[in-house]
Each structure stands twice: as C-alpha cells, then as structure tokens.
C-alpha cells in the first residue's frame, strides 16, 4: 500500500539541463499537486492537475516549467534549462474525491550547479 | 505576504513539556489544516479544523481555531524526542472550494530535548 512515490530522491543539473521530476499518486488519487520549498521556508503551490488535464497552475512560472499527468503513468514535472535559483526541494502530493487532505510523497531535491 | 504565518519560528522545549505554536490567517477560510514535516521530509497531515469548529482533539494533539481573530493554535501535550520536526498551519488560496492549493506559513521548527 504505498504512498505517493517520488523519483529521483536526489537530482543534480548543470544550467541550461533539463530536469524531469516523477510522482506517483496514491492508489485511488486523481489529483496531484506540486509544491517547492526553498531552505528554510513553507511550502509554495505550483500547479494542480487531474488525468491529462492542468486544474490550476497559478503558480507556475510562465517560462521553462511545465506539468503533465497523462492517463497512463505519473505526473512529471518538467523544467527547461535548469538555473541556480530551481535549486529547491519538489513535494508532489495527491489526494482522493474530497481533495482536503493532501498525502505527501518525499520530495525531489534539486541541485543546479 | 503569507496567509499562513507561524509563531514561534522556533520551539526548544524538555520531553515531557508541552509545546504550542500559533498560526494567525488573513482571508476567510473553510478549514485550516496542520502539517509536520520531519527533516528532509514530505509533509505528514496531523489534523483538520473546519471554519465552524473552535476545537478538535486526535491523541496528544489539541487545536484551535479563532475565526474573529483569524488565529489557530496547536498543542502537542507531552512531548517527546520524536515529535521533533517543522509544524505548518495551511489555508487555502481559494475560498469556497479547496482546489488543493494550499497556502503555507514558514512554519515552527519545534526541538523536543530527551
């Protein structure tokens, strides 16, 4: 019975790399969120998607950030042409119908060098 | 400016204590939620307080909510070594229908000393 799974644990980038972040909602969850977190601060919402469709992504930043949750597979999270500053932990979340309660997978810490 | 703002910012208390952190809000909600996240870590619900409860209790957790003063509290009585961690209040970005977009505070970074 597992949790909302996040891979990998650690990713290091050069800039200018791409970064593709993975999560596995938990079994029965249709909605998956993506949080970042910076040292030190709470959590901030980036985007919320249900099967092949993106709910809200206000918190996106306009350019070389992008989110999918295809039918089949997990929802990635993609960012192009990686700078210092996506340094940050990536917390992906699910939840079930009543979308209240969020269940947290581990995170992805990204490191740009 | 954060919705959700934590105080203290850090807690060192004695196992056996009992510890509170304070969350205060700026917008109307319909419930108001705490988090724990331990180093490292994802965030580990603890608890869900509706709008129109002042109260609500799970184990040795008790929190409260002030909607006139747009506050809540969290108290963990009996503290031990292993409730170390970071503690979040967390409202959501859209009233009237949780979208999941949860705003968090910085949170309290709470020290349990065996």
């Known amino acids: 019975n597992a949790g909302v799974m996040q891979n990998p644990r650690h990713l290091v980038r050069r800039r200018g790399q791409e970064a593709r972040l993975r999560c596995s909602p938990m079994?029965?969850?249709?909605?998956v969120y993506w949080y970042r977190q910076l040292p030190e601060e709470g959590l901030k919402f980036m985007v919320y998607?249900?099967?092949?469709?993106?709910?809200?992504e206000s918190g996106m930043p306009k350019e070389r950030f992008s989110a999918e949750f295809p039918k089949e597979g997990p929802s990635i999270l993609r960012i192009q042409q990686v700078v210092r500053g996506d340094s940050a932990a990536y917390f992906c979340?699910?939840?079930?119908?009543?979308?209240?309660?969020?269940?947290f997978g581990s995170g992805t810490q990204l490191s740009v060098l | 400016s954060q919705q959700g703002e934590e105080d203290p910012q850090a807690l060192s208390i004695q196992e056996g204590e009992n510890a509170t952190m304070n969350c205060s809000y700026k917008?109307?909600?319909?419930?108001l939620q705490w988090y724990r996240q331990n180093s490292g870590r994802g965030l580990v619900h603890l608890i869900l307080?509706?709008?129109?409860?002042r109260e609500k209790h799970s184990g040795r957790l008790r929190v409260t909510l002030d909607t006139s003063k747009k506050s809540s509290s969290l108290l963990i009585t009996a503290s031990r070594a292993a409730d170390t961690a970071s503690y979040f209040c967390?409202?959501?970005?859209?009233?009237?229908?949780?979208?999941?977009?949860?705003?968090f505070g910085k949170g309290t970074k709470l020290s349990v000393k065996p």
């Open positions: 967390a409202t959501e970005a859209h009233y009237g229908g949780s979208q999941g977009n949860l705003i």
């Open positions: 307080i509706r709008s129109n409860e």
């Open positions: 079994k029965g969850h249709s909605h």
């Open positions: 998607l249900q099967k092949e469709n993106i709910i809200d």
């Open positions: 917008t109307s909600i319909n419930n």
């Open positions: 979340a699910s939840s079930g119908q009543g979308r209240e309660k969020l269940f």
